[in-house]
């Protein structure tokens, strides 16, 4: 079974900061996907990384693949109220088969 | 852009109650899939659909069935609703082919059988 764990399970901190999320597994997967929901939603993709290494940008926020693609990060530079939310992360282990789901990340960005 | 629409955003209904939850998406994705949300346990998957008429157990099938009898809609049965099937119920779909597809997901519906 393969499995992802995401760290810290919680993170409350103050609009401007900078974060830096992880998620981890011992699987190798063919690409990680990061989604993000907001309360009464359902999440919604934010980015996916493939390649080994790979550093994908999204305004303020950084998405790195672990060189063994097992293993991604997400840094937020200047966290503002509106990046509040639950960040899932999601193994894909090759072509048609099922999205692996980490538990998520709570993120609050206090005014 | 993908639309998954889920038929309910709140329901509330009784202990032993036959509870059908409806999803539709507008892609003509193949793949489906129905997940439970939980505080502290995340997303568990209940079922997932290959293709029409096909079905799959996910994790915690116990208490659920799934119909697909049309490619577009995925309806989760609960046979004889119970209180701890209270949950947040998301419905998501996948296209088949490339790698790497996200899954496009509905905005849930809060279920509290009382």
């Known amino acids: 079974t393969q499995l992802l764990e995401q760290s810290p399970q919680f993170l409350s901190i103050q609009e401007g900061e900078n974060l830096t999320v992880y998620c981890n597994s011992s699987s190798v997967f063919s690409s990680l996907q990061w989604y993000r929901q907001e309360p009464g939603e359902g999440p919604v993709l934010l980015v996916t990384?493939?390649?080994?290494?790979e550093v994908k940008k999204l305004k303020r926020l950084t998405f790195q693949f672990g060189d063994a693609r097992k293993d991604s990060s997400l840094h937020i530079t200047a966290a503002q109220p509106g990046d509040t939310g639950l960040y899932l992360c999601a193994g894909d282990g090759g072509a048609n088969s099922k999205l692996t789901f980490g538990k998520g990340i709570t993120l609050s960005v206090r005014p | 852009d993908v639309k998954v629409t889920q038929s309910s955003r709140y329901l509330v209904k009784r202990t032993g109650e036959k509870v059908f939850l409806e999803c539709v998406q507008d892609?003509?994705?193949?793949?489906m899939f129905w997940y439970r949300q939980d505080p502290g346990l995340g997303l568990r998957l209940i079922y997932f659909?290959?293709?029409?008429?096909?079905?799959e157990k996910g994790d915690i099938p116990e208490g659920y069935s799934v119909s697909r009898e049309k490619k577009e809609r995925f309806s989760l049965i609960l046979e004889s609703a119970s209180t701890n099937q209270t949950s947040m119920y998301l419905c998501a779909s996948r296209g088949l082919g490339r790698s790497n597809q996200p899954q496009h997901f509905g905005d849930g519906t809060r279920l509290s059988i009382l």
């Open positions: 892609m003509d994705h193949e793949n």
């Open positions: 990384v493939v390649t080994g290494g």
């Open positions: 659909s290959y293709d029409v008429k096909m079905k």
